[in-house]
């Protein structure tokens, strides 16, 4: 004990039998005021200027690296840090009240300083989803297990402390049950390198449509973890799906119909193959008014009528304002089947949301078996109980 307190002590009276946890419970009264002073001087005069400073800059991510959460973790270390210090000078010699104190104490640093680092890279993680460099990289999953790392350490550190043995001790105890350990965080191992894979291969993103029939997946990756991939499907659910097996399993990525700007539209009509036929000399004078027959190649006057029709289309869809001009527009005949001839339009539409995609198909569609009649085309319907009355009348 301090021998100038001692003495103060002993001018008092104090009864010698007491004068030990008198002593010590005046040092507990001078460090509890000493810490409390520094947190009050942290908390209402260091972390409000640090705040009005970021905020006061135009660069944003000084706001997001001087968060509110990672200040007050480091405020959090001024305590044990106090202790280890003070109490020291307070104390001379062994003492084991003194020896477990110190040692709770250097237990509870750790525990802070391991706080305050996971608070440090999910500031990182927040300052990469910022940036548009790394901001479309499924990197949670990777911070996710460094802080998992961070942890480890720090329990490692704490048992050692505990029994009083050199980390490594512990270290060789844990590569014993090595086994064990990659039975029990086999998930998070695997995780982890499917997640490097993702990233490094570029195969997913947050925000990308992905279609995995296998696990009920059709709609965008919500987030992506060290465990878990989410994808919130078109009917609001939500499937989860282990990051690996999108690396075992195949999947569907629409990145690619995003980043292009059209959708792709590919579908077919069934033409009744007993109404392709060579054109009239009236129908060529009509077709030739308006214009229909313009690139159309002709064999004196034998000109087919699904020929004009489908030059007809071309030049539709090439000049219809809501179809991609820069990509693949065509329209081509399928092998005939027993429904007729497929007449197939291949085209994409002049952006990707779905709502106006639709109401363009549908109404593409629409014209085109409005415009069939015009060129004495039919379209195969399967017979219903309709047609064989009108044959009986």
């Known amino acids: 004990m301090n021998e100038f307190i001692v003495k103060i002590l002993q001018h008092w009276g104090v009864n010698p039998d007491s004068m030990y946890w008198i002593y010590w419970f005046l040092v507990a009264i001078v460090l509890i005021l000493i810490i409390y002073s520094v947190n009050i001087f942290c908390f209402r005069g260091v972390i409000p200027m640090i705040r009005k400073f ?6 944003k991510w000084d706001d ?21 210090l003070l109490l020291p000078v307070a104390f001379s010699g062994e003492n084991a009240v003194l020896e477990f104190i110190l040692k709770v104490n250097t237990i509870y640093s750790i525990v802070m300083v391991s706080k305050m680092l ?3 890279l999910s500031t990182l993680y927040n300052l990469s989803s ?29 048992v050692s402390i505990l029994i009083n043995k050199n980390p490594g001790y512990v270290l060789t105890a844990l590569g014993a049950s090595a086994a064990v350990l990659m039975l029990i965080f086999k998930d998070m191992i695997m995780g982890l390198v499917a997640g490097v894979q993702l990233s490094a291969n570029d195969m997913l993103r947050p925000g990308d449509w992905i279609s995995m029939p296998k696990h009920g997946a059709d709609g965008d990756v919500i987030e992506v973890t ?10 609001k659910t939500i499937t989860t799906i282990p990051p690996y097996t999108l690396v ?11 980043e292009c700007g059209g959708r792709r539209i590919k579908r077919s009509i069934y033409i009744d193959m007993r109404s392709i036929t060579f054109s009239t000399p009236e129908q060529l004078k009509e077709f030739g008014k308006r214009g229909w027959l313009d690139g159309v190649e002709r064999a004196d006057e034998f000109v087919v009528n699904l020929h004009v029709f489908r030059n007809y289309l071309e030049n539709f869809l090439r000049n219809h304002p809501r179809v991609n001009k820069d990509l693949t527009i065509m329209v081509r005949q399928l092998q005939p089947t027993v ?55």
């Not at 970021?54 to 660069?59: D, L």
């Not at 060290?226 to 009917?235: E, F, R, S």
């Not at 106006?356 to 593409?364: F, K, M, S, T, V």
């Not at 069939?372 to 009108?390: C, E, I, N, Y």
Request: with cysteine; net charge neutral; aromatic share 14%.
């Open 248 to 258: 075992s399993d195949s999947f569907q990525n629409w990145r690619g119909m995003k």
């Open 64 to 84: 997001i690296l001087l968060n509110d959460n990672l200040l007050r973790d480091v405020v959090y270390l001024f305590p044990p840090l106090i202790i280890a």
């Open 130 to 158: 910022h940036n548009d460099r790394f901001r479309n990289h499924p990197l949670k999953g990777i911070y996710q297990m460094l802080k998992i790392a961070v942890v480890c350490v720090a329990l490692i550190i704490i």
């Open 226 to 235: 060290l465990t878990t991939v989410k994808v919130q499907n078109w009917d």
């Open 118 to 120: 996971c608070s440090f």
């Open 54 to 59: 970021t905020k006061g800059t135009r660069s």
């Open 339 to 393: 429904q007729g001839l497929p007449l197939e339009l291949y085209f994409f539409s002049d952006g990707t949301n779905w709502i106006p995609y639709e109401h363009l198909q549908a109404e593409i569609f629409e014209h085109v078996f409005a415009m069939l009649p015009t060129f004495g085309l039919r379209v195969f319907q399967a017979p219903m109980g309709v047609d064989f009355m009108k044959v009986e009348n």
